[in-house]
């Protein structure tokens, strides 16, 4: 266990900004947290648990104790010859979790290759791409409880997953660690390959027999041709939700717009590309100082070096002004504002 005063934040961003934590503490195993949090210093600290700070984004200093996550391990609970059920520490890389298994055939989940972060915050988003969310495979999950200390086993339904929505991010917000995450993959896996980049990639790369090796090795090809790496520019992925209005609206704007981007949703809603609203509305590669719009992806926001959280959420205030100005549409933001 490591806690320190005073603590940097800037290499547990992806967006790179540079705040500080009054304290930061580390632990490996569920003990450990339990043994940080029953410390009479912190009972009545803010507290934020960290995953790999992919999808946040700090606009002040956080004056209370930052918990990063780094329970490691990869435990087989169930093995059929279908499938394998897996408990995953939550510190685990999540692309590396992914990579695993891949490697060893296990499918299920090959469509979130190279998504930023750890597993533990997989949940608290439900993360999604290509066409498939992570609880496709998600069986529970391990929390503790940071009030009463002890651990509580959220089932799917428990869950609440939604479009990049959970329970953690709604009712359970801040009060519950993922420790660990329970995912069943398939050892004779149905590809998702509808999802028309991916079916173009992979003519591209000349495969005519999908694997699940090939579709990781598709989704990588167009993550790292669209999305900027948050080693090299500061982002968190995508900063806005793809709204979902109501089909009446789409037909209005659809008859306004033909080449509008959209994709059907529940009954009765369709789900717009937010990406084409803020390329179209002109704010695709803007930039001012360090921060702006990238240049492959509208949907993405950067910092290229000392932006701040306030220059960042400023210039997505302006976007969703502008967005509704010229189509009506309400945007969204996805990533956590500190
Ligand atoms: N588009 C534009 N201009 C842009 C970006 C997109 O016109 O600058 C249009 C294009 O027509 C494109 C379409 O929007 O074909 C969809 O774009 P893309 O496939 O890049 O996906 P997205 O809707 O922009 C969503 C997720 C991504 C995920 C991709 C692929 C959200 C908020 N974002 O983006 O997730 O990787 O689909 O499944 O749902 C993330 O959440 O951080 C993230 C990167």
New binding site residues.
């Given amino acids: 266990m490591l806690i320190q005063e005073n603590a940097s934040l800037f290499p547990y961003n992806t967006f790179g900004i540079r705040c500080s934590a009054e304290y930061l503490a580390q632990f490996t195993s569920v003990s450990e947290l339990q043994e940080i949090l029953s410390q009479n210093k912190f009972h009545t600290q803010s507290k934020l648990l960290l995953g790999g700070g992919s999808n946040i984004l700090f606009t002040k200093d956080f004056n209370g104790l930052v918990l990063l996550n780094e329970i490691k391990g990869i435990e087989t609970v169930a093995e059929d010859p279908q499938s394998i059920t897996l408990k995953v520490g939550g510190g685990e890389n999540w692309h590396q979790f992914v990579s695993h298994c891949v490697s060893k055939g296990w499918g299920g989940l090959e469509n979130l290759s190279l998504i930023p972060g750890k597993v533990g915050a997989a949940p608290m988003q439900n993360?999604?791409?290509?066409?498939v969310e992570q609880n496709a495979c998600f069986i529970e999950l391990d929390a503790l409880d940071m009030i009463s200390k002890s651990v509580v086993i959220f089932s799917k339904s428990d869950c609440h997953f939604g479009y990049?929505e959970s329970y953690f991010k709604q009712k359970g917000k801040d009060r519950y660690a993922i420790t660990s995450v329970t995912y069943k993959l398939n050892k004779h896996p149905k590809l998702n390959i509808e999802?028309g980049?991916i079916g173009q990639e992979l003519d591209m790369m000349g495969v005519s027999t999908p694997t699940i090796g090939t579709v990781a090795q598709a989704v990588i090809n167009i993550?790292s041709s669209?999305?900027p790496d948050p080693k090299d520019i500061g982002n968190?992925?995508?900063f806005?939700?793809?709204p979902i209005i109501e089909n009446v609206i789409f037909e209005l704007l659809k008859s306004n717009y033909p080449t509008i981007?959209a994709y059907p949703a529940q009954s009765g809603y369709t789900k717009l590309?937010?990406?084409?609203l803020?390329?179209k509305a002109g704010w695709?590669g803007y930039r001012e100082g360090d921060f702006g719009v990238h240049k492959n992806?509208?949907?993405v926001l950067v910092n290229y070096g000392n932006a701040s959280g306030a220059e960042i959420i400023d210039l997505s205030n302006r976007i969703i002004d502008d967005v509704k100005l010229k189509f009506g549409v309400d945007l969204e933001r996805?990533v956590n504002i500190v």
């Fill in positions: 993360i999604g791409a290509y066409g990049r999802y980049a993550r669209k999305l968190s992925g995508s806005f939700k793809n981007v590309a937010a990406g084409w803020i390329e695709k992806q509208a949907l996805e």
